[in-house]
């Protein structure tokens, strides 16, 4: 039977490839299970999240540490076009439009912030269990050795023009040169056998956009958090508008523009 294509019709359905029967059964005959990773206790260290500024000027955050005494569960993959369109079939996701001909086993991509937590609300229901979207302290934990931030660069120099610049330059050298999505466990897998993590699929994570004041003192001090706008983590962190789907067109409020938006769930409280 064919795979029917995501888009924002619902009516508008294609026949590009094939797929199991299992695979396109109502949903609730089967629920497509995930594979979960199951991390150990342990702890990151890691640049947080947001916007730190010293002096009216924007700085590196300083590094935290944060431990994770119960250790982690967290999907092996990104959530893929078949598994998300089981839930657009029971119409508690929307339907996107994806960058190129459907396949069941690639990341789904073209989804927002309010599109993943979507469907970790349905998955939750369906599986009795709870998952939702991890922190972005938790994608860095899972990520390890392939988590990255550039953050600003150091740059002595006053003007923050450059220190923009040399941020913009430094990630889109880091731009992959394919950025068509790829099936699952092409990118191969980190330390802690999570696969595609930076490929070229940034992942949506729960963590709001704060701005941070840091005093001479070293105290740090929120000043403002914007959850309309969330971290995204892949090859580089950045931060999207939450109902933003392609930030190549837009919404991409710091840093070079993800090339795919899609995402994973971790399990538990």
């Known amino acids: ?16 490839i094939a797929c199991s029967t299992a695979m396109l059964a109502p949903p609730s ?57 089981k839930c657009v079939e029971d119409r508690r996701c929307p339907s996107v439009v994806l960058p190129g001909p459907a396949s069941a086993d690639q990341p789904i991509v073209g989804v927002s912030w309010r599109d993943a937590e979507a469907y970790a609300v349905w ?3 369906k599986a009795g269990k709870h998952y939702r979207l991890p922190t972005d302290e938790e994608w860095a934990f899972a990520a390890g050795s392939h988590f990255r931030d550039e953050g600003w660069p150091d740059i002595d120099d006053s003007d923050p023009a450059r220190r923009w610049l040399a941020r913009y330059e430094s990630e889109f050298a880091d731009e992959p040169t394919d950025k068509t999505p790829r099936t699952v466990g092409s990118f191969g897998a980190n330390e802690n056998g999570l696969l595609d993590i930076a490929g070229n699929v940034w992942e949506w994570t729960d963590t709001c956009l704060a701005r941070v004041g840091i005093r001479d003192s070293g105290e740090q ?26 930030a190549r067109s837009g919404g991409c409020a710091v840093g070079k523009p993800p090339t795919n938006l899609g995402f994973r769930l971790v399990r538990g409280d």
């Not at 299970?33 to 990151?44: H, K, R, S, T």
């Not at 929120?222 to 931060?239: D, I, L, M, P, S």
């Open 221 to 246: 001090m929120v000043q403002t958090t914007n959850c309309g706008v969330r971290v995204v983590e892949g090859r580089h962190r950045t931060y999207v508008t939450d109902f933003i789907r392609d």
């Open 123 to 125: 998955y939750s229901g």
């Open 29 to 85: 005959a089967r629920l497509i299970e995930p594979e979960m990773i199951e991390l150990q206790a342990g702890q990151v260290t890691y640049p947080p999240a947001g916007d730190f500024m010293r002096a009216g000027k924007p700085v590196k955050a300083p590094l935290k540490t944060t431990h994770f005494a119960r250790g982690l569960q967290i999907m092996k993959h990104q959530v893929t076009q078949a598994e998300y369109w």
């Open 1 to 16: 039977m064919p795979f029917p294509r995501l888009k924002l019709a619902a009516a508008a359905l294609t026949t590009s």
